[in-house]
């Protein structure tokens, strides 16, 4: 039997929170589980929703996404928080992954997109809409900061490249005729080896590095 995804939206418009619910209905495998206007409200029923993914805004009236995220994650660690983002709020993407999200969408996607982001991160992944990527490349090749560069493989280089480029690790194994356990393998010696925490401040160690070009 098809697990079902139960994802929460916590977003302060609710034309946007109407339009994502009707998206879902037409799902198979996503379904609301619950929904809330504010930040404050989402932690007030953090302990009485079950859901598997939280969508999280940044911008809300009242508590914004980033300390919404931080008070969830101290109440529970293991949720797993997707950032809805606009054009615009670029600024912002650091912070709320430095709170503990694992990861970041347009809202503008297609449903395809959202659909594959949501069960991304659902299956502990973490997930980059690569049109905000470049933001990340002005931002960490402009300071002139750099680290030691460690060597990587040729095979680390091209897993690194496609993990830059917004691919999941199915997409990776499928590219380099290689298994998804061979690319979470590879993904964690690049973490390891680099001495980055998650696959943010591995990207982040990349483009500092000039290793990848987004």
């Known amino acids: 039997m098809k697990k079902i995804i139960k994802v929460f939206i916590v977003d302060d418009h609710e034309i946007f929170r109407n339009g994502l619910k009707m998206v879902f209905n037409r799902c198979d495998d996503i379904e609301v589980a619950g929904e809330a206007e504010s930040g404050e409200e989402f932690i007030e029923k953090i302990n009485d929703a079950g859901f598997d993914v939280v969508l999280m805004d940044i911008k809300m009236n009242g508590m914004n996404g980033i300390e919404t995220t931080k008070k969830a994650l101290d109440k529970n660690p293991d949720l797993k928080i997707l950032v809805l983002s606009t054009f615009g709020e670029e600024e912002f993407l650091e912070q709320i992954l430095q709170a503990g999200a694992k990861g970041f969408i347009l809202k503008n996607v297609l449903k395809e997109v959202l659909f594959n982001a949501i069960k991304t991160v659902h299956s502990g992944q ?89």
């Open 126 to 214: 973490n997930y980059f809409s690569p049109e905000l990527l470049p933001y990340f490349t002005k931002r960490f090749t402009n300071n002139g900061d750099t680290q030691d560069i460690v060597p990587l493989t040729e095979r680390e280089l091209e897993v690194l490249t496609l993990i830059g480029k917004g691919y999941s690790n199915d997409e990776i194994a499928e590219k380099l005729f290689i298994s998804k356990r061979t690319v979470d393998t590879h993904k964690n010696n690049l973490i390891s080896k680099t001495g980055s925490k998650n696959i943010v401040s591995l990207l982040i160690y990349a483009i500092k590095n000039k290793l990848i070009d987004i």
